[in-house]
């Protein structure tokens, strides 16, 4: 082609020069100190076949060089970087880009006709006519989907070296001292391992453009809850810098707002609304979309009382359905016998109810003391033991003393076992 460095030579005065080249945070890495080289008309533009000065540099430690693969004018059209081709200001592709601005590509394909575009592009850019190409369509209030999908710190990660072929053959012997990644590929078939600049540029056919606009649609929506009492909103992620004031002054534009509770432990706040209205506007216009101070804020739907304890109860009951007995223990203990009058101290129910005996009045008698007649003998009653007798025995009891002991055989289960034995000893003991 004519502008080609190789060519004629009639069209050098349209080839481009520049100082410093148009990047974005990512691709110039987190060094603040570059040492960049410079080469004047050192490669043709990728996509308008312009010779252009080329930047080269390295971006961080173990970290690939890169250089500029579009010249600055093909970069100002669609408002992107030199170097990957993605929107300067929210770091996500062309065609997701112009599918939320609803931008409408009508730059031309022929060679001829590119030639002359890019020329009339460059005389408005010197002359300084105002926004041209993409960056008419970024005049207008930003959508919902980029909201959702840009960007807002940079992603260095991008920036590794590519994974080194000779050792995922296994024939790599450089070792440490190789330049590339001794990484084995995730999947060899990943679409987006083949990607197409002009279609990056152009934006059709990304595949990393619809991978996000896919994601975009699977994204969670927030919907309002069905209690209508509910006006309160909860506000996640804030910092130290994030205050009342600037709670206010954000949810402000959706209605009245009544009280704003920050939680400085949690890093949270709670915002409530006069009316049920304004509450649900600010939740669809502020999920996944607010960013106060570089950071990104959590919008939920606050929780009633009632609804909190409802669920803490039925987390612990939740719970405690899971503990299963632990093998090996022995079961649980019998009830104790509901009468408790007629079988005393029987826990285990070992007493029959028949032999068990009657209950006994406890503490004193009740009613007048006892008093003797006037002349009636005093002393122990008749039948007393003398005094100085240890013990006393009423007719006709039995007499106390050791238990009597008797003699049973052994019972039949241990007859034919290992276990010899002669005899069985039983204690009896007789209440009186």
């Known amino acids: 082609m004519a502008m080609s460095k190789s060519a004629n030579t009639y069209n050098r005065q349209n080839w481009e020069e520049s100082e410093f080249p148009i990047l974005c945070q990512t691709c110039l890495g987190d060094n603040p100190y570059i040492r960049m080289t410079k080469e004047k008309f050192g490669s043709e533009c990728k996509i308008c076949a312009?010779?252009?000065?080329?930047?080269?540099?390295?971006?961080?430690?173990?970290?690939?060089?890169?250089?500029?693969?579009?010249?600055?004018?093909?970069?100002?059209?669609?408002?992107?970087?030199?170097?990957?081709?993605?929107?300067?200001?929210?770091?996500?592709?062309?065609?997701?880009?112009?599918?939320?601005?609803?931008?409408?590509?009508?730059?031309?394909?022929?060679?001829?006709?590119?030639?002359?575009?890019?020329?009339?592009?460059?005389n408005q850019l010197e002359k300084g006519d105002g926004p041209i190409g993409a960056l008419t369509g970024k005049a207008s209030a930003p959508s919902d989907m980029l909201l959702k999908l840009a960007r807002t710190t940079p992603y260095y990660k991008r920036n590794r070296p590519h994974i080194c072929s000779?050792?995922?053959?296994?024939?790599?012997?450089?070792?440490?001292?190789?330049?590339?990644?001794?990484?084995?590929?995730?999947?060899?078939?990943?679409?987006?391992?083949?990607?197409?600049?002009?279609?990056?540029?152009?934006?059709?056919?990304?595949?990393?453009?619809?991978?996000?606009?896919?994601?975009?649609?699977?994204?969670?929506?927030?919907?309002?809850?069905?209690?209508?009492?509910i006006t309160t909103l909860y506000v996640g992620n804030l910092d130290e810098t994030i205050g009342e004031k600037e709670l206010r002054d954000h949810f402000y534009q959706f209605g009245e707002v009544r009280t704003v509770t920050l939680v400085q432990r949690q890093n949270c706040a709670f915002v409530q609304f006069t009316s049920r209205t304004a509450a649900e506007m600010a939740a669809e216009k502020s999920f996944n979309k607010v960013i106060i101070h570089g950071k990104r804020i959590n919008i939920k739907w606050g929780k009633s009382q009632g609804q909190q304890s409802f669920s803490k109860k039925g987390t612990e009951e939740e719970g405690l359905e899971h503990y299963h007995p632990v093998p090996g223990l022995p079961g649980a203990l019998p009830m104790p016998p509901m009468d408790m009058h007629a079988v005393p101290n029987d826990f285990f129910g070992l007493v029959p109810p028949q032999l068990a005996a009657p209950p006994q009045a406890m503490g004193p008698p009740r009613g007048p003391p006892l008093r003797l007649p006037v002349?009636?003998?005093?002393?122990?009653?008749?039948?007393?033991?003398?005094?100085?007798?240890?013990?006393?025995?009423?007719?006709?009891?039995?007499?106390?003393?050791?238990?009597?002991?008797?003699?049973?055989?052994?019972?039949?289960?241990?007859?034919?076992?290992?276990?010899?034995?002669?005899?069985?000893?039983?204690?009896?003991?007789?209440?009186?």
């Open 50 to 122: 312009r010779p252009f000065t080329v930047f080269r540099w390295c971006p961080g430690a173990r970290m690939r060089f890169k250089k500029t693969e579009v010249c600055q004018t093909c970069a100002k059209i669609k408002n992107i970087c030199q170097t990957c081709l993605l929107d300067l200001e929210y770091g996500l592709p062309v065609q997701v880009r112009d599918n939320a601005l609803k931008i409408q590509d009508d730059l031309p394909r022929s060679d001829v006709n590119k030639e002359y575009y890019t020329q009339h592009i460059a």
């Open 166 to 229: 000779f050792y995922v053959k296994g024939e790599c012997k450089r070792g440490e001292e190789c330049p590339y990644r001794h990484e084995k590929p995730t999947d060899p078939d990943d679409p987006l391992s083949d990607q197409n600049i002009k279609d990056r540029f152009y934006g059709i056919n990304d595949p990393v453009a619809d991978k996000l606009l896919k994601r975009y649609t699977d994204m969670p929506k927030l919907t309002p809850p069905d209690d209508k009492s």
């Open 375 to 432: 002349g009636a003998p005093r002393g122990p009653p008749p039948g007393a033991p003398p005094p100085g007798a240890r013990f006393f025995r009423p007719p006709g009891s039995m007499p106390r003393g050791p238990p009597m002991m008797m003699m049973m055989p052994p019972p039949e289960d241990f007859k034919g076992s290992d276990v010899k034995i002669t005899s069985l000893t039983v204690q009896i003991i007789v209440f009186t």
